[in-house]
Antibody, heavy 111, light 112 residues
């Protein structure tokens, strides 16, 4: 069974940083494109970032230059380093691929 | 960026009746490989999204037969042949032909 589990969310002040993690089981992160999608409270889904099988990375304009996606094949995990956080980054962050989603981890940016 | 526009944004349906959601993309989602990269997802209340339909009309594993997708190019439709109480939630279309991937605004389906 494919399972994805996010962690690393929390309350952070504006300008702060977090590293979100996604632990995968039942699939190999190195053999799949893996993405992060976020959902602000009461809002719709927003695609954030993706890392391809070949390691190419892609970002939404709203996070480019502030967020970095990466993966650790040996741990079968991938990550989202989120820097220079703004109040508008407050959201639940889901990791996964189109066919499989985690439960998400909540990031709250507030002073 | 490709803009995905869903209509309607909300829908109230009597159980057993059909429902239909439209999704229009600002650019064609037909790739030169012959596939059309349009997906439908459902987010039930309090849950993560999950995939219903991939590449316009293919039912994902475990999805009930009452869900079907159709369309081509820039115009797509999700149909529920007979709505059941468990179908409540927000339905999203999504394109993956071009980065950034984008979602429709979502259509909230409620039961009358």
């Amino acid at each position: 069974e494919v399972q994805l589990v996010e962690s690393g969310g929390g309350l952070v002040q504006p300008g702060g940083s977090l590293r979100l993690s996604c632990a995968a089981s039942g699939l190999s992160v190195s053999s799949n494109y893996m993405m992060w999608v976020r959902q602000a409270p009461g809002k719709g889904l927003e695609w954030v970032s993706l890392i391809s099988r070949g390691g190419d990375t892609y970002y939404a304009d709203s996070v480019k230059g502030r967020f970095t996606i990466s993966r650790d094949n040996s741990k079968n995990m991938f990550y989202l380093q989120v820097n220079s956080l703004r109040s508008e980054d407050t959201a639940r962050y889901y990791c996964g691929r189109v066919t499989t989603w985690g439960l998400g981890t909540m990031v709250i940016v507030s002073s | 960026d490709i803009v995905m526009t869903q209509t309607p944004l909300s829908l109230s349906v009597t159980p057993g009746q059909p429902a239909s959601i439209s999704c229009k993309s600002s650019q064609s989602l037909l790739h030169r490989d012959g596939k059309t990269y349009l997906y439908w997802l459902l987010q039930k209340p309090g849950q993560s999204p999950h995939l219903l339909i991939f590449e316009v009309s293919n039912q994902f594993s475990g999805v009930p037969d009452r869900f079907s997708g159709s369309g081509s190019g820039t115009v797509f439709t999700l149909k529920i042949s007979r709505v059941e109480a468990e179908d409540v939630g927000v339905y999203y279309c999504m394109q993956t032909i071009q980065f950034p991937w984008t979602f429709g605004q979502g259509t909230k389906v409620e039961i009358k």
